[in-house]
């Protein structure tokens, strides 16, 4: 047992790369990408420490070239599950029990592995599995999840340095302690780092975890769980089961031990697991923390004294990054009628340059969606507004599924600020535009606030100062991740914790402290020093 205190030192974000010509990082991010194009892997479920090969399987293929296999991923079941939970519960308590320090030391040697030995694995499994550009990998597949290790670790020194005020002849303290029972992880295919960090951060709080990463992205997952294998990761304390939703979710939400949900994914699916969990509240052990982070419907709003090219650089940036496949992603715009012909010509012109391709080529911008699923979901939007007397595509527009699933950077403009592309997540490279009167400012804000049922994130544009004060209190509930002069994409760890309200979820704010307590129990222990030895009290004499 420890006899000191222990401190874990304010991290930094971990500086990225940046993969340019000539740069010795470019090669060996190449070698990597050749190395892991090479060969096909076969991905197993992983209960206590075991592989276990379902032969139920699934193609793991490249979304930008989709007769390229990387590999196969065995499917878990209900049976699968239940070992699951009964490993769980068996490695809970020595794990509970382990000096918190040493479950931070897990996740400290984790980040060194990622952003060290294998930090071109990490980008190259990322782009071949997500179809991401070295840059988009390279800020999150390495740098964000390194980022949410090493952050994660410091929150809960600070959070067990928090104690409270004891008077005379009184010691007061607090203990942090892990749920009883299992939690359940549910990872989404679009960022590698939200797939190693909502099981890991439940971990570190001393709870064993069912991890259910998408099947869409099985393949930089499964790296993830190696990674926290090398570091020390004890058997059992996470379990890795890739599978279909229901297959594994069902049989989750039915056991009693269940006490803890962390989530990021579709609003639909969390409002399915939510109604669930308190369909069955009355057969749980305790009442399960239930944390999600889902759709977004996300903004840029251009007030009459923005800046037009910045607000065209934002717009092309936090819509067509990653395919617009990030929560986050600029999806709707409103733009004042004198800004327009201006906007519309620089936009539409830095647009055209966009090259969308194998992620591979390094002068590409724009990869493919992760699958045909998202695919066809995508394109419905936009046969949706070309068959529409209220929508005009200005960009892009066309896509093809015959090598990768491509789908082209797409503008349209909408005389309806209610258009089905204004109001609907679409999750795609597709970023509608509403042009309002500049003398209908008001206006065009309750629009903003009012038209989408989310409120993740979104961004305003103004240089009039008392304008940006204003646009920012009238959108106060609009977004949880709020932007001034800057996309709304790109939230970093300790400096943008990341969430938003209604629709979008409950806003607990990955990447912070507030997280982290939802998967601690307090409790508080009052110890007297001099106990009494007279029950009367002085008013009694």
């Given amino acids: 047992m420890s006899t000191a205190y222990f401190e874990v030192p304010k991290p930094y974000n971990e500086p990225y790369l940046s993969y340019a010509p000539g740069t010795p990082e470019r090669d060996k991010l190449k070698q990597a990408l050749s190395e892991l194009r090479a060969k096909e892997v076969e991905i197993p479920v992983i209960i206590g420490g075991k592989r276990i090969f379902t032969g139920r399987t699934q193609d793991v293929v490249m979304p930008h070239n989709h007769k390229h296999k990387l590999g196969v991923v065995h499917k878990a079941g209900p049976e699968e599950v239940k070992l699951a939970i009964a490993s769980c519960l068996e490695a809970r308590e020595a794990w509970a029990n382990m000096p918190w320090e040493h479950r931070a030391s897990i996740l400290l040697k984790a980040a060194d592995i990622i952003t060290g030995p294998e930090r071109y694995r990490a980008n190259a499994a990322t782009m071949l599995g997500q179809s991401k550009t070295p840059h988009q990998s390279e800020i999150e597949a390495v740098g964000e999840l390194a980022d949410f290790f090493r952050f994660n670790a410091y929150y809960l020194t600070r959070i067990m340095g928090d104690q409270p005020s004891s008077p005379k002849e009184t010691w007061n303290r607090v203990e942090y302690r892990g749920l009883e029972g299992f939690m359940f992880a549910v990872t989404p295919f679009n960022f590698t780092a939200i797939a190693g960090n909502l099981p890991t951060s439940m971990a570190l709080c001393g709870n064993a975890v069912i991890w259910k990463p998408a099947t869409s992205s099985v393949y930089s997952s499964y790296f993830v769980m190696e990674v926290l294998e090398r570091a020390g990761m004890p058997p059992g304390v996470i379990n890795f089961l890739p599978g279909d939703g229901a297959d594994v979710g069902d049989a989750v939400f039915a056991d009693p031990n269940l006490c803890g949900l962390q989530f990021t994914g579709s609003t639909g699916t969390f409002q399915r697991m939510w109604h669930t969990i308190g369909s069955n509240i009355q057969n749980y052990k305790t009442y399960p923390r239930i944390v999600g982070e889902t759709g977004g419907k996300d903004f840029i709003f251009m007030h009459p004294t923005a800046d037009v090219r910045e607000v065209s650089v934002a717009a092309l940036r936090g819509a067509f990054e990653f395919q617009g496949q990030k929560c986050s992603a600029a999806s709707r715009m409103y733009v004042p009628a004198s800004k327009w012909d201006a906007l ?22 724009m990869g493919a969606v992760i699958d045909k699923k998202a695919f066809d979901s995508i394109t419905q939007y936009i046969d949706h507004a070309k068959g529409s007397d209220e929508a005009e595509i200005l960009a892009g527009g066309r896509y093809d599924d015959s090598v990768g699933f491509f789908v082209e950077p797409t503008v349209i403009l909408t005389s309806n600020p209610r258009f089905k592309t204004m109001e609907e997540e679409i999750f795609g490279p597709v970023l509608t535009i509403y042009v309002y009167e500049d003398d209908k400012l008001d206006e065009a804000l309750t629009l903003c606030d009012t ?66 307590l939802r998967w601690l129990s307090a409790r508080s222990i009052k110890e007297n020093l001099n106990p009494p030895t007279d029950w009367r009290y002085p008013y009694m004499g």
């Fill in 451 to 516: 038209t989408s049922p989310y409120a993740l994130t979104g961004a305003i544009f103004a240089k009039d100062r008392y304008a940006v004060t204003m646009m920012a209190d009238r959108l106060r509930h609009a977004a949880g991740n709020f932007y001034i002069n800057d996309k709304p994409t790109g939230a970093i760890v300790d400096q943008q914790p990341f969430g938003g309200g209604r629709a979008s979820g409950t806003n607990d704010k990955a990447g912070s402290m507030q997280n982290l």
């Fill in 344 to 365: 519309r010509e620089d936009l539409l012109a830095e647009v055209a340059q966009i090259k969308m391709g194998d992620v591979e080529e390094f002068d590409t911008f």
